[in-house]
C-alpha cells in the first residue's frame, strides 16, 4: 500500500528545460525599476531616479487596474448591500467561567431577538471546569450563529478584547453580555437602535438585582438602594440620560478599538476605566431606559466580600492610573475600613468607636426600614449585607493605595523605538 502524499509536484516534459539552467548574460538584464539607485541616468526604458515609493507619487492606479463599466455597475449593488449588512451586524460576547448552570439560559435570552442582523454570539470560555464549555459546544452544533472561543487571559476584559480582534470585522457593534444576569426579549437590537437614535459611542443599562433564599435576597435589597449603591445612576435612573459611568451594553466597534479597548491588567473595575478613557477621547455614553437586566448578587457573605475587595482595589487602580477623582458616594465608604480599625484602640481612647458605631448603626437601621417596607423579614439582613460590601470595598482600595506605595520603582529601559522616535 502507497503511503499517502504530503505534498504536490508539478508535472513537467523530461526533456523540458529551465531559465536556471541557462548561462546568464547580464548585458540582458532588465533594470530595477523604481529600486533605490545612486548611478546617473542610462536612458534605459522604466529606470526612474527616485527612491521608492516616491517614484510612485505620480502614478494614479486607476489607469493601471481598471474593470470594465457593465462589471462595475453590477458589481455596485452587492457592495452596497454588504456595506449595509456591516452596519447592521453586531458581534455578541459572553465572558464565560464555570457557568454550566446558567450560561444555556444567558444564550436563550440574547438570541430570542427577532431584530437582529446575521448576529454571532461568542462565548469566550476563561477555561471553565463544569462543563460549561460542553454545553456552550452542543448548543453551537445546533445554531450556527453561537460559537466558542477559548480565553486564554481568563479575565473578562481579556475575552471581550479577544472576541473584538478576532471577529469583529465586518460587524458596527459589539456587545457585552455577562453572565449573571437576566436579558429582555429584544435587548440588542433595542441596544443598537439606541446608539443609532442618539449618535452615542456607547450605551448603557439599568439593572435591578433579584435574590434567592434570605442572604441574597437582603443583598438584592441593598444593592436596589442608596445604601448599597449611593444611588448609582444605573441602579436608580427612572429615565435616559447621558452619564460617565454605567453597566457596559453595548460599543460602535470602532470607538471600542479607537481607545485600544480594555485594559486587560484590570480584573475588575475595567468599565468604569474604559468609560473614562472614553469620554477623554470624546465618546458619549448614553444610559438608557428602554431595556432593564436582571442582575443576580452573591449567595454567601465570603463571596460577597471577596467581591467588594476586589472591587475596591479597581477603583483604586483607575484612580492611580488616570489621577481620577472620586465621587462623593464612592469617597464615604473609605471612612469605613479606617472607622473599624480604630476600634482595636477604643478601650483606651473611647471617641476612636463613635465612627465605627455611628456607621453601624445607620446601616442596620436602614436595613430594617427596607424591610418594613418590603413586608418581607428576609430584608432586614440588607443592614449587614450593606456594611460588608462597605468594608470590604474600603478595604481593598486602601490595600491597593499601600500595595502600590510600597512598591519599589523600576524604571523602565529606554527602547530602540524610542531612541529612534526622539532621532
Given at each position: 500500500m502507497s503511503e499517502p502524499k504530503t505534498h504536490i509536484e508539478p508535472q513537467v516534459p523530461p526533456d523540458a528545460e529551465f531559465l536556471e539552467d541557462r548561462p546568464r548574460r547580464r548585458e540582458l538584464d532588465e533594470p530595477r525599476s523604481f529600486a533605490p539607485r545612486q548611478a546617473a541616468r542610462t536612458d534605459r526604458p522604466g529606470e526612474a531616479l527616485a527612491r521608492w515609493p516616491a517614484a510612485w507619487d505620480g502614478l494614479d492606479p486607476a489607469r493601471f487596474i481598471r474593470l470594465p463599466r457593465a462589471e462595475l455597475a453590477?458589481?455596485?449593488?452587492?457592495?452596497?448591500?454588504e456595506t449595509a449588512l456591516a452596519e447592521d451586524r453586531a458581534l455578541i460576547v459572553?465572558?464565560?467561567?464555570?457557568?454550566?448552570?446558567?450560561?444555556?439560559?444567558?444564550?436563550?435570552?440574547?438570541?430570542?431577538?427577532?431584530g437582529l442582523v446575521d448576529p454571532v454570539v461568542l462565548v469566550a470560555d476563561g477555561g471553565s471546569t463544569d462543563g460549561s464549555r460542553a454545553i456552550v459546544a452542543e448548543i453551537a452544533q445546533r445554531d450556527p450563529r453561537v460559537r466558542l472561543m477559548a480565553n486564554p487571559g481568563r479575565l473578562q476584559s481579556a475575552g471581550v478584547n479577544l472576541a473584538a480582534r478576532l471577529m469583529g470585522e465586518g460587524r458596527a457593534w459589539l456587545v457585552r453580555v455577562d453572565a449573571h444576569a437576566d436579558y429582555p426579549p429584544r435587548y440588542a437590537s433595542t441596544l443598537i437602535a439606541e446608539a443609532r437614535r442618539t449618535g452615542a459611542a456607547a450605551v448603557v443599562v439599568a439593572m435591578d438585582t433579584h435574590g434567592e433564599g434570605a442572604f441574597q435576597t437582603a443583598v438584592a435589597a441593598a444593592q436596589n438602594s442608596r445604601l448599597g449603591t449611593g444611588g448609582a445612576a444605573h441602579r436608580a435612573a427612572p429615565k435616559g440620560q447621558w452619564v460617565d459611568h454605567g453597566h457596559h451594553a453595548l460599543f460602535r466597534l470602532q470607538a471600542f478599538e479607537a481607545v485600544g479597548g480594555y485594559d486587560e491588567d484590570f480584573s475588575?473595575?475595567?468599565?468604569a476605566e474604559f468609560d473614562l478613557r472614553l469620554r477623554r477621547d470624546g465618546g458619549e455614553i448614553w444610559l438608557t431606559d428602554k431595556v432593564r437586566i436582571g442582575y443576580h448578587p452573591r449567595?454567601?457573605?465570603?463571596?460577597?466580600?471577596?467581591?467588594?475587595?476586589?472591587?475596591?482595589?479597581?477603583?483604586?487602580?483607575?484612580?492611580?492610573?488616570?489621577?481620577a477623582p472620586l465621587k462623593y458616594r464612592q469617597a464615604l465608604p473609605l471612612a469605613v475600613a479606617p472607622a473599624v480599625l480604630s476600634l482595636a484602640a477604643a478601650a483606651l481612647i473611647w471617641p476612636l468607636a463613635v465612627p465605627a458605631l455611628?456607621?453601624?448603626?445607620?446601616?442596620l437601621a436602614y436595613g430594617l426600614a427596607l424591610a418594613a417596607r418590603a413586608r418581607d423579614a428576609r430584608v432586614a439582613l440588607a443592614g449587614p449585607a450593606a456594611m460588608i460590601m462597605h468594608l470590604a470595598w474600603s478595604a481593598g482600595f486602601w490595600a491597593q493605595l499601600l500595595s502600590q506605595a510600597l512598591e519599589p520603582r523600576v524604571e523602565a529601559p529606554e527602547t530602540r523605538f524610542a531612541r529612534m522616535a526622539a532621532e
Open positions: 453590477a458589481a455596485a449593488p452587492a457592495v452596497a448591500a459572553i465572558p464565560c467561567l464555570n457557568e454550566a448552570p446558567i450560561i444555556a439560559r444567558v444564550i436563550a435570552q440574547v438570541l430570542a431577538d427577532d475588575h473595575n475595567e468599565d449567595a454567601t457573605a465570603a463571596a460577597l466580600a471577596r467581591q467588594y475587595f476586589s472591587y475596591g482595589k479597581g477603583r483604586a487602580r483607575t484612580v492611580l492610573k488616570h489621577a455611628v456607621w453601624a448603626s445607620v446601616s
